[in-house]
Nanobody
């Protein structure tokens, strides 16, 4: 059974950094497209970043140049390094795994973590 556990959220001042981690169990992380999404209360889950099985990456325009997604196959873990954080980055962040090729659509992902809160104070 595939399980995702995402951690690393917290409270940070604007301009600061956080690194989110997503530990995958039950299957090798490199066999998935791995994504990060975020969700504000009352809004739909929004795409943030993804990394394919081959290591290609894709980012939402709002985070491009500030966030970096990476994968450690030995630890079966995916990371989201978030720099230059802004108040509008405040949300619950979710990691997700897709058996499909690169996709930015949340319904296309098969497995989800429980979410981790990121709060950026201005």
């Amino acid at each position: 059974q595939v399980q995702l556990v995402d951690t690393g959220g917290g409270l940070v001042q604007a301009g600061g950094s956080l690194r989110l981690s997503c530990a995958v169990s039950g299957r090798t992380v490199s066999t998935f497209t791995m994504g990060w999404f975020r969700q504000d209360p009352g809004k739909e889950r929004a795409f943030v970043a993804a990394i394919t099985r081959g290591g290609s990456t894709m980012y939402a325009d709002s985070v491009k140049g500030r966030f970096t997604i990476s994968r450690d196959n030995a630890k079966n873990t995916v990371y989201l390094q978030m720099n230059s954080l802004k108040s509008e980055d405040t949300a619950v962040y979710y990691c997700a795994a897709a058996r499909r090729l690169l996709t930015t659509e949340a319904p296309m992902y098969d497995y989800w973590g429980q979410g981790t809160q990121v709060t950026v104070s201005s």
